[in-house]
Every structure is written in C-alpha cells, then in structure tokens.
C-alpha cells in the first residue's frame, strides 16, 4: 500500500512539474528571439574577369593588321543583321605622344561605301586590359586581350554596359586550324555564347585606302 502512495505521489509531482514547466513557457518570461542572421551579400563578378588576360602579354607585338574572322555576341545589332555582315579589318599603332595610348583603326563597308572608324585605347595598369573611353564613365568599353600568339590569332572581349562581345582576330584571310576556331568557341560558351550567337564574318573584299569625308571617330554598338 505504502508503494502504491509513494508512486502516486511521484506521479503527482512529476505532473505538477511539467504543468508548471508549460505554464512557465505559457505566461511566464519569454526568451529573446535570436536575431536572424543577415544572407551574405553574393560578390558580384564581371563577365569580363570570367575571361582574364593572357599572362604576361606584350602589346608592342599585337600591333599591326588583324582581320576579323568570327564574332560571339548577344547584340541587337548583329541578331538581326548578323547574315549580312560585311568583312572588317582592324590596325593597332601606337600612339607617337603615349605608350599608354593605343590607335585603333577599324575599316569595314556600309551600303557598298568603305568606311574608317577611328578610336583609341588606353592601357590600364592591369596588363592585357585596355579601355575606350565613351561619353560618360558608365559607357566606357573595357577590352580584355584573352589570348594570341601574335603571329597568326588574337581573341578579345569587350564589355560595355555588362554586355559581352568576343572576337576571333586573324593576321590573314586564311582560315585559322580547327583548335584556335574550337578554342574561341569554348572561351565564348563561358560567356553563355554558344552557336546561335556566333558570327563569321567575310574574309575577301576588305577595304583598302579610305577618303578624308568616310573618315569618323565612334563607338561601334557591338
């Protein structure tokens, strides 16, 4: 008999332990809510830093004549007259004030009528990056010299505004080997340019001497 109180007095205080326990948690001090923890802030990554310049580079010996053999963009422009593109030609000097400055001659044809575009390049202190200046600071043009080997091709990417534009230069009209073609694709892909957004350009017929009145200085919309 003696058991059986002591068990039901055990009973009895174990339920006025939680009764009170729940009647704490009910009406009695609330613990402070942790403070949530802010998300981290993603780092924002340039498209251009996906495709860094070549080690080392030697901008002296990318001077010279490069024709343009293939572009990968995403630009109105091209999307919508990308099958009638016509064959484009770029010289890089330096300028004879500046080794810090780059001239850029790019001559290409519109409605049957050659025409020289004329823009400069400054050298930044990052090697093989370079900027066209545009009207405000936002519209600035930043050129990446992604690869090349001097003598046969060169692959540079621009950005302006977040977009990517890239572009497959050759030292001659031959077309370049399989690897260098498949290599400039790939780099493109990384920039989300797969084939739909790849655009060969001529190789014959590129313009020669242009006169003073086709002469402009502009920032090309791709």
């Known amino acids: 008999m003696a058991g059986v109180w002591k068990c039901s007095l055990t009973l009895a205080v174990l339920m006025f332990i939680c009764l009170w326990g729940a009647s704490e948690a009910v009406g009695g001090a609330k613990s402070r809510p942790r403070p949530k923890r802010r998300p981290r802030k993603k780092t924002k990554v340039d ?13 002296q010996q990318m001077t010279g004549t490069w024709y343009l053999l293939n572009t990968a963009s995403k630009c109105s422009y091209l999307m919508d007259h990308g099958t009638k593109v016509e064959p484009t030609v770029m010289t890089l000097t330096f300028s ?8 850029v001659s790019t ?65 001659s009209v031959d077309n370049l080997s399989e690897p260098i073609l498949s290599k400039f694709e790939q780099l493109a892909e990384k920039q989300s340019l797969g084939l739909a957004f790849l655009f060969p350009f001529p190789t ?19």
Request: hydrophobic share 30%; aromatic share 6%; proline share 6%.
């Open 204 to 222: 014959y017929s590129h313009c020669g001497d242009v006169d003073q009145h086709h002469k402009i200085n502009c920032v090309p919309t791709c």
């Open 96 to 103: 004879p004030t500046s080794a810090q400055t780059l001239l």
């Open 47 to 59: 498209p251009v830093d996906l495709t860094p310049p070549q080690k080392n580079i030697d901008i």
């Open 107 to 171: 001559k290409t044809r519109h409605n049957h009528q050659c025409w020289e575009i004329l823009q400069v390049y400054d050298l930044t202190p990052t090697l093989g990056r370079l900027t066209l200046q545009g009207s405000r600071a936002e519209l600035n043009t930043d050129i990446v010299v992604v690869e090349t080997d001097y003598s046969s091709y060169a692959i540079l990417c621009y950005q302006k505004l977040g977009k990517i534009t890239m572009k497959l230069y050759s030292r």
